[in-house]
């Protein structure tokens, strides 16, 4: 939650320098506390596991949090019950009209198909020019965040020759950014994919800024402010046994995997994992939630205007 100082004291600007979330008397005394309106737009094909992971995030924050679970309209989930996403989740085309604080856009496992060979691929197109209009801010994750790239800036994805696939360090670029708030300068992030955005690619590109990124695993978290957009390409929601649930399925389908990089303790499969990631991943969406709340509409028909 945010401190209220006096903006002529000295310390509101060294604060808010730092990335520490302060707020002027005459700013709070305007402002009125609602539910923030946030979706999900989940797209993986274990639903209930991935918005397990995500509501973990955004719930634990002081602040009321109203989740809506949305699904592509056309697309039918093979890998989790009719009952459950007739009563959980609407479709895009249901929702289209209403507004939204904040949407969370997942991964899926289809980074080896070009964007537009995506059976969904047009509805996705509309749902990314409707966060413009309805949503206050948007996060895309993995191949969510890579399609947002490709969809709003024309930045590809590469095929990597060899699965990212472990825990891998990562570093802190912006220091003071508020949205990563509490981060140290080195951490751990669990990377699970096929494919990469490059960073001079991202570079070349005005407006973007990476915030997060690894020597090993390339950029990770990349700021739009002109889409009012994050992207981020690792996986912060992961539980601790998200890449061993991974890896045990690809070694039973006979999928040739390499042992998850410093995920186990020695390398060692037979090994619990251990989580080193979770301490950060609240942090983030904490961050994230925070943001939301300090610049949403109290009205929230106004987002978009």
């Not at 198909?113 to 969904?120: A, M, R």
């Amino acid at each position: 939650m945010p401190i209220t100082l006096p903006a002529t004291l000295p310390a509101f600007d060294v604060l808010r320098n730092e990335g520490v979330m302060v707020m002027s008397p005459e700013r709070a005394a305007r402002q009125d506390i609602r539910p923030l309106k946030i979706a999900l737009l989940n797209l993986m094909p274990k639903k209930i596991q991935t918005e397990t992971q995500f509501a973990r995030l955004i719930g634990a924050t002081p602040l009321q949090i109203d989740l809506q679970l949305i699904r592509m309209s056309d697309h039918q989930s093979r890998n989790t019950a009719a009952a459950h996403m007739e009563e959980f989740y609407r479709p895009f085309q249901a929702v289209r009209d209403e507004k939204f604080d904040g949407l969370i856009i997942t991964g899926a496992p289809i980074e080896h198909l070009p964007f537009e060979e995506v059976t969904y691929w047009d509805e996705l197109r509309q749902v990314m020019a409707w966060t413009q209009t309805n949503i206050h801010s948007t996060f895309a994750v993995c191949w969510g965040g890579m399609a947002m790239l490709w969809h709003f800036h024309g930045i590809a994805k590469h095929r990597l020759p060899a699965k990212a696939f472990g825990c891998f360090r990562h570093r802190t670029l912006v220091q003071g950014s508020p949205l990563l708030r509490g981060f140290s300068d080195d951490f751990v992030i669990p990377v699970s994919r096929w494919t990469e955005v490059r960073q001079a690619e991202v570079d070349a590109r005005p407006g973007l800024v990476t915030l997060l990124a690894s020597d090993q695993a390339g950029p990770c978290l990349i700021e739009d402010a002109a889409h009012r957009a994050l992207y981020i390409f690792n996986h912060f929601e992961y539980d601790s046994d998200t890449l061993k649930q991974e890896y045990d399925r690809d070694i039973a389908n006979g999928t040739p995997i390499n042992v998850p990089q410093n995920y186990y303790p020695d390398d060692d499969p037979a090994k619990p994992p251990l989580n080193r990631w979770r301490s950060h991943a609240h942090l983030l969406y904490g961050n994230w939630i925070n943001e939301i709340y300090q610049s949403t509409p109290y009205e929230i028909t106004d987002i978009g205007r």
